[in-house]
C-alpha cells in the first residue's frame, strides 16, 4: 500500500504561481502512473491532470492546459503540480493519486487506488 502526502498548496493572488509536491511512502512510485485532481466546495472532484510510469506522457485537463506542469522525480518517490497564472476559479482542495491498473483511463477517478489527504489552493482575485 502507498501512503500520499500533498503540500505546497496556499493563498496566492490571481496571476501567481504554486507548486504542489505529493510524497509517496512507497519503495519506488516507478510503477505507478501518478494524478492530480481537485475538489472545489459543493463540487465533485475532477481531473486535472495525469503523467504516465515512464514520465514520458502527460494529460491535463481542458481548463489548465498550458498554466499547469505535472513531473515526476522517482528517485525521491515525489510527483509535482506546478501551477502558473493560476484563476480565482482554480480554488480547490487539490489531491494527488496512484494508480497501477493497465488500459487506463488517466481522467476517471476509478483508475486510481490511492489518494492523498489534499491541500488547499487558494487564489483571490
Known amino acids: 500500500q502507498v501512503q500520499l502526502v500533498e503540500s505546497g498548496g496556499g493563498l496566492v493572488q490571481a496571476g501567481g504561481s504554486l507548486r504542489l509536491s505529493c510524497s509517496a511512502s512507497?519503495?519506488?512510485?516507478?510503477?505507478?502512473?501518478m494524478g492530480w485532481f481537485r475538489q472545489a466546495p459543493g463540487q465533485e472532484r475532477e481531473f486535472v491532470g495525469a503523467i504516465s510510469r515512464s514520465g514520458d506522457t502527460t494529460y491535463y485537463a481542458e481548463s489548465v492546459k498550458g498554466r499547469f506542469t505535472i513531473s515526476r522525480d522517482d528517485r525521491n518517490n515525489t510527483v509535482y503540480l506546478q501551477m502558473n497564472v493560476l484563476k480565482p476559479e482554480d480554488t480547490a482542495v487539490y489531491y494527488c493519486?496512484?494508480?497501477?491498473?493497465?488500459?487506463?483511463?488517466?481522467?476517471?477517478?476509478?483508475?486510481?487506488?490511492?489518494w492523498g489527504q489534499g491541500t488547499q489552493v487558494t487564489v483571490s482575485s
Open positions: 493519486a496512484a494508480g497501477s491498473y493497465s488500459g487506463v483511463y488517466y481522467r476517471a477517478l476509478s483508475s486510481y487506488f490511492a
Open positions: 512507497a519503495r519506488t512510485i516507478t510503477n505507478y502512473y
